[in-house]
């Protein structure tokens, strides 16, 4: 008989290990274990095309509320787990409840950092989850907002787009010169930035937040360069922190200051305990990496399924990948490298059709950036596997 799987964690790669199990004929027991009260639903469009829907404020399920009696899943919605017991095999919740597993999934993904400014009380927002984006969809609804945006990463490039195609006056803070810069380089970053700046947007760049004024609600920003701006709504996107469930046993769970240590096939150092998503750190050509990316999660999930039925023999091997729609334009990106030694651009990076690849030390290519369309993903993924072999 098929062992008790436990997935602790609503989010794209818990479900899509759950989906996969029951796909691929998986016939134990299989429990997710959520921590919001609603039903799991997909977080990209949050900043996309449902932020600017003014009708929509439908939630974007992952599956439809049938899928889970359907599939012989049971979600538990609304608990938290607080320890995991790796020698007894038992989860234990908030509420002091006893959850026990064969194999347990860790599928948390990662929080919201939060501002520490002495006047919490005011309206600030984040986007952590579904009535977070709801708040800020209210709030955007009204007549036009002066909205600061503080964060240049892809949430917040994503947001200004979508709420500047609302028609408000949108100013976006970003630590650097270019947002995105240390993941892309300066020159796609310096055209996105430009995409941006003819779409109305307006930047403070080299700069964050000194001060925030206002009762009740945000009214005025000073910037530590000593820069003012009148503010209505104020959104941060300011990066994320990885949050470790306690665990408790002879043998502790591996861990760093992005997620739980996985091997190739999932596994943390501890038998039967894997982690998957945004919380996993995983090896990737002689590294350990973690990729925070829907593209990411989804494949770790569907590759876990086969690990958990075929007793890991199926090593996660698929390149990084992500994408981000920001008005009309749609960019790509392939590949995981940090410290390029060069890049080398084809195409025009004036009217948007480009691409930038990334060069490392031994002169391999590591990661491709492309631009509406200018390459064919499955081209550029044939690519850089022909180069690592």
């Excluded at 959850?99 to 600030?124: E, F, H, P, R």
């Excluded at 009204?142 to 892809?154: M, N, P, R, S, T």
Aim: charge should be negative.
């Amino acid at each position: 008989m098929d062992d008790n799987v436990v997935i602790v964690g609503g989010s794209i790669a818990g479900i899509f290990a759950a989906k996969e199990l029951r796909k691929k004929g998986y016939q134990g027991g299989i429990k997710i274990v959520e921590s919001e009260e609603r039903l799991p639903y997909d977080k990209p469009p949050l900043t996309k095309e449902w932020m600017q829907d003014n009708e929509n404020t439908a939630i974007p399920l992952l599956e439809k509320e049938n899928f889970y009696d359907d599939n012989n899943i049971e979600i538990v919605l609304n608990t938290k787990i607080i320890n995991i017991d790796t020698d007894k095999k038992q989860l234990l919740t908030e509420r002091n409840k006893i959850i026990n597993y064969d194999k347990l999934v860790l599928a948390t993904g990662v929080k919201n950092k939060k501002l520490n400014y002495s006047n919490q009380n005011l309206n600030i927002h984040y986007l952590s989850n579904f009535l977070d984006a709801l708040s800020i969809k209210e709030e955007a609804s009204k007549e036009k907002q002066d909205i600061v945006i503080l964060g240049g990463g892809f949430i917040g490039l994503e947001l200004a787009a979508s709420l500047k195609n609302l028609n408000h006056n949108v100013t976006l803070i970003s630590r650097s010169e270019y947002p995105l810069s240390k993941i892309i380089g300066n020159q796609a970053a310096k055209y996105i930035k430009q995409l941006h700046e003819k779409n109305g947007i307006n930047f403070m760049t080299n700069d964050t937040i000194k001060e925030i004024e206002g009762k009740d609600t945000v009214k005025k920003i000073t910037t530590a360069n000593n820069l003012e701006i009148q503010c209505n709504i104020l959104i941060a996107g300011i990066g994320t922190f990885f949050e470790e469930i306690r665990n408790q046993g002879v043998e502790k769970l591996n861990t760093n200051n992005q997620g739980y240590i996985v091997n190739e096939y999932g596994q943390t150092n501890i038998k039967d305990v894997y982690a998957i998503g945004d919380c996993a750190v995983w090896p990737y050509d002689n590294q350990l990496i973690n990729v925070k990316h829907w593209e990411n999660a989804f494949n770790q999930g569907k590759n876990l399924a086969k690990n958990i039925i075929n007793n890991n023999t199926s090593p996660f091997k698929i390149i990084p990948y992500f994408w981000s729609d920001q008005y009309n334009d749609s960019f790509e990106y392939l590949g995981h490298i940090k410290n390029w030694n060069r890049s080398e651009i084809e195409g025009n990076i004036e009217n948007g059709t480009f691409s930038i690849t990334y060069y490392d030390q031994l002169d391999k290519p590591q990661a491709v950036f492309f631009t509406n369309g200018y390459k064919n993903k499955k081209e550029v993924q044939d690519y850089l596997i022909k180069n690592k072999a």
